[in-house]
């Protein structure tokens, strides 16, 4: 089993509409989530950083984290063709300093 | 935001030869740096940990002898594909961590753009 679990996708949306993408992970030591965006040929991007259970919004971006069920959310609103990319979810902490695991990634495309 | 660079960003080379990438933080100090690979439409996989002024810690299966990883300064990170065969072909992505938020360290790991390496 992955310590990070992600739908690959892909995912095809309206502009306009709301993305949901989702990971489950399964190391109980993480407490750092975060969610990266990475464009064709190009190094991942951090969108959104949380710490432990609860949301964070940020401009059209939140992210949730429910660690009681191992589960994390990035919620994207109002989607936009330049949001087409791939959405990576990661956990880090515990005693491995700084190391993030990512999950497989989701490929996200917004068409006009 | 703080700008991690690579170098090359592309290189194409024969089977058998050695390929170094570079991986430099350019506005701030990196005590560790960490060097990714990816596959197509695969994930990232974490490769090594680099520390400035000590050996790299490898992850399991990742062979130290051919993924040579160099941290000589705060600001540099080298990594040299050694006797590179087809199968090494892939995208190697480095990060680095801010020397200066260590208490919230994870937000602070910047990526580089990558290199796309081939390997003929």
């Known amino acids: 089993q992955k310590e990070v679990e992600q739908d690959p996708g892909p995912l095809s949306v309206p502009e306009g509409a709301i993305v949901s993408l989702n990971c489950t992970y399964s190391n109980s030591a993480f407490q750092y989530f975060m969610w990266y965006r990475q464009y064709s040929r190009k190094g991942p991007e951090l969108l959104m950083y949380?710490?432990?259970?609860g949301n964070k919004e940020d401009g059209r971006f939140t992210a949730q984290v429910d660690k009681s069920s191992k589960y994390i959310s990035l919620f994207i609103r109002d989607s936009q063709p330049s949001d087409s990319a791939t959405y990576l979810c990661?956990?880090?902490?515990?005693?491995?300093?700084?190391?993030?695991?990512f999950g497989q990634g989701t490929i996200l495309t917004v068409h006009p | 935001g703080a700008v991690v660079s690579q170098h090359p960003s592309r290189v194409i080379c024969k089977s058998g030869t050695s390929v170094k990438i570079e991986c430099r933080s350019l506005?701030?100090?990196?005590?560790?740096m960490f060097w990714y690979r990816q596959f197509p439409k695969q994930s990232l996989m974490l490769m090594a940990t680099?520390?400035?002024?000590?050996?790299?810690?490898?992850e399991q299966g990742v062979e130290k002898d051919k993924f040579l990883i160099n941290h000589a300064s705060l600001t540099l990170s080298t990594l040299t594909v050694t006797s590179a065969h087809p199968e090494d072909s892939s995208f190697y992505i480095c990060?680095?961590?801010?020397?200066?938020?260590?208490?919230?360290?994870?937000?602070?790991?910047?990526f580089g753009p990558g290199t796309r390496l081939t390997v003929l």
């Open positions: 680099s520390n400035e002024g000590s050996k790299a810690t490898y």
């Open positions: 506005d701030f100090q990196a005590t560790t």
């Open positions: 949380t710490y432990s259970s």
């Open positions: 990060s680095a961590l801010s020397l200066f938020r260590l208490a919230s360290s994870t937000d602070t790991q910047y």
């Open positions: 990661a956990g880090a902490g515990g005693t491995s300093y700084g190391k993030l695991t």
